[in-house]
């Protein structure tokens, strides 16, 4: 379901990342494009005999609730796996799924919903694993200074978000709407292109953020602001970030699909066996950032149990999630569990990648 407002929004493929780029995580739907045929999957000890496959990989936006995804190209988990990955920022969850959908990027990475609302409209879309595990969003405040464990605590707040359907957007309606308030009548919401939400709070014209890192310790760190909500805490388990694509192209390049599944669940494994390593990658990743504040963002995430542990759905947070999008009408949201998910190739990699 997400980059600095100042950041250049680019592609850098895993060849490429030891070269610094920044990018802003806006950028229109990408178009065109074909997709690549299928590879044999080989052991890492024999990739230097096999070539390389260039993978297109749309994430909604840059930001370290996806460290699993940057961990695993920094330390090579895809070029074990004869991925060479271009990874691009879409400017958001519809985005990120429209790239998928128009063959603009093999797999992409957001709100695993909109594979559930595609299916319902006689669309396409599959999920294959999970990246982020929980609602990565917190309430950033520069007024309040207390933490607000009851949501019934918002009314008269006025609150900022990116606009539906993204997540953020989704998350704090759902829990106004738990707390028995009226989303148009109890509190005031604004909405900001993804990314740009803490700006207005700091500009004292909104109460609280609907943000996520490393935006929340830019401003906690930097700028004096509080983490005063955590929906991590307020939801529990929750498919916040899932990788899809689409299922013809999964049909005829499993071997593909199965070495993208084993480098995130490396990946996953690692993020949390070596967080000082994850931190230094996180670094790396967002290098116009006090390094203060992107290692407090990672340990605020992994503190909070967000980034995936392991790349295989869970079927509670997908419940949970399912649950959202039906209480906001974004879905029927009706679908069985393995109609949508496929988890196969997460499960066969959870069984065999061991660090």
Same mark, same amino acid.
């Given at each position: 379901m997400s980059n600095e407002s100042d950041e250049?929004?680019?592609?850098?493929?895993?060849?490429?990342?030891?070269?610094?780029?920044?990018r802003r995580n806006f950028l229109g739907t990408l178009a065109g494009g074909v997709a690549v045929a299928g590879a044999p999957f080989v052991v890492a000890h024999r990739a230097y005999a096999q070539a390389m496959h260039t993978i297109r990989f749309s994430e909604a936006v840059h930001n370290l609730g996806y460290i699993d995804l @940057?961990?695993?190209?920094?330390?090579?988990?895809?070029?074990? !796996?004869?991925?060479?990955?271009?990874? $691009?920022a879409a400017g958001g969850d519809?985005?990120?799924?429209?790239?998928?959908?128009?063959?603009?990027?093999?797999?992409?990475?957001?709100?695993?919903?909109?594979a559930q609302i595609s299916r319902e409209k006689g669309?396409?879309?599959?999920v294959l694993g999970e990246l982020v595990s929980r609602a990565h969003y917190f309430g950033v405040s520069k007024k309040i200074t207390k933490k607000i464990t009851d949501p019934k605590e918002f009314k008269g707040l006025t609150f900022v978000t990116?606009?539906?359907?993204?997540?953020?957007?989704?998350?704090?309606?759902l829990a106004l709407k738990k707390a028995g308030l009226d989303p148009n009548k109890d509190v005031k919401i604004l909405t900001v292109n993804p990314g740009t939400e803490i700006g207005?709070?700091?500009?004292?014209?909104?109460?609280?953020?609907?943000? @996520?890192?490393?935006?929340?310790?830019?401003?906690?760190?930097? !700028?004096?602001?509080?983490?005063?909500? $955590?929906?991590?805490?307020?939801?529990?388990?929750?498919?916040?970030?899932?990788?899809?694509?689409?299922p013809e192209y999964v049909k005829a390049n499993p071997q593909i699909v199965q070495a993208m599944a084993n480098a995130l669940q490396k990946a996953a494994l690692y993020t949390y066996k070596f967080p000082t390593e994850a931190k230094a990658v996180a670094r790396k990743e967002f290098p116009d950032?006090?390094?203060k504040v992107v290692d407090a963002a990672v340990q605020r995430q992994l503190d909070n149990g967000i980034p995936a542990k392991t790349f295989v759905v869970s079927k509670a947070g997908w419940e949970n999630v399912m649950k959202?999008?039906?209480?906001?009408?974004?879905?029927?949201?009706e679908s069985p569990f393995t109609d949508i998910v496929d988890n196969s190739f997460a499960e066969k990699a959870a069984a065999s990648i061991k660090l």
């Open positions: 250049v929004c680019g592609v850098r493929s895993e060849s490429e990342l030891e070269v610094s780029v920044t @940057y961990v695993a190209r920094a330390k090579g988990f895809f070029k074990e !796996q004869n991925i060479d990955l271009q990874l $691009s519809t985005q990120a799924f429209a790239a998928v959908i128009s063959k603009s990027a093999e797999f992409g990475c957001g709100d695993s919903t909109l669309g396409t879309g599959v990116s606009p539906p359907p993204n997540t953020n957007y989704n998350v704090l309606v207005p709070v700091l500009a004292g014209q909104a109460d609280i953020a609907v943000a @996520y890192e490393p935006n929340v310790d830019t401003a906690v760190v930097g !700028q004096g602001a509080h983490a005063v909500f $955590s929906w991590s805490d307020f939801m529990g388990p929750f498919h916040n970030t899932g990788m899809y694509a689409l950032l006090d390094p959202v999008g039906a209480s906001l009408g974004n879905c029927k949201c």
